[in-house]
T-cell receptor, first 113, second 113 residues
């Protein structure tokens, strides 16, 4: 079945460092891919998405490119801030899965000043 | 506009008791989803409603779990004879049928003592 594998955390960075959180997936066909973020004490929020191969999703300085050839959707940010400290989830949506999201385990990011 | 709301935000109960968790989706969203998130894990799909009917309940762990959505809007997740292993954050999400993007509520943290 479909699955998502995310790099394990926790990740600890200094402010203004470069961030990469790896995400790879297994799916038949052409799923949509998402990054959700969960700030401390808050609910899941959609961070960015890509619906087809080579699409780049971007938001709040974060980017991720849908790479079908490597089945990846790695999250990147050029300069992280303390306020980016959160848990990041990679997720896959495939219509063949009856519309449910398939999730990675989440990667905790802590950014120190 | 209002987002997805869930009540209560926290529920503490004793083993063997019955609980109901409520979800108010975004107005006009015909698709509604329940997920469960244990500590350090990604969300786990429970059930998906399309309108009033459960289109996919394959994620419900056993027959102690049941969910309804009688008028196609508010949904209630019902858990009978709660067990300590049911302790988790229960998440509700909604979406337009035409969209792959799901909007999440803040969750209900259930603790079974």
């Amino acid at each position: 079945g479909d699955s998502v594998t995310q790099m394990e955390g926790p990740v600890t960075l200094s402010e203004e460092a470069f961030l990469t959180i790896n995400c790879t997936y297994t799916a038949t066909g052409y799923p949509s891919l998402f990054w959700y973020v969960q700030y401390p004490g808050e609910g899941l929020q959609l961070l960015l998405k890509a619906t087809k191969a080579d699409d780049k999703g971007s938001n709040k300085g974060f980017e991720a490119t849908y790479r079908k050839e490597t089945t990846s959707f790695h999250l990147e940010k050029g300069s992280v801030q303390v306020s980016d400290s959160a848990v990041y989830f990679c997720a896959l949506f495939h219509a063949g899965n009856n519309r449910k999201l398939i999730w990675g385990l989440g990667t905790s990011l802590a950014v120190n000043p | 506009g209002a987002g997805v709301s869930q009540t209560p935000s926290n529920k503490v109960t004793e083993k063997g008791k019955y609980v109901e968790l409520r979800c108010d989706p975004i107005s006009g969203h015909t698709a509604l989803y329940w997920y469960r998130q244990s500590l350090g894990q990604g969300p786990e799909f429970l059930i998906y409603f399309q309108g009033t009917g459960a289109a996919d309940d394959s994620g419900l762990p056993n027959d102690r779990f049941f969910a309804v959505r009688p008028e196609g809007s508010v949904s209630t997740l019902k858990i009978q004879r709660t067990e300590r292993g049911d302790s988790a954050v229960y998440l509700c999400a909604s979406s337009l049928m035409s969209s792959r993007e799901q909007f999440f509520g803040p969750g209900t943290r259930l603790t079974v003592l």
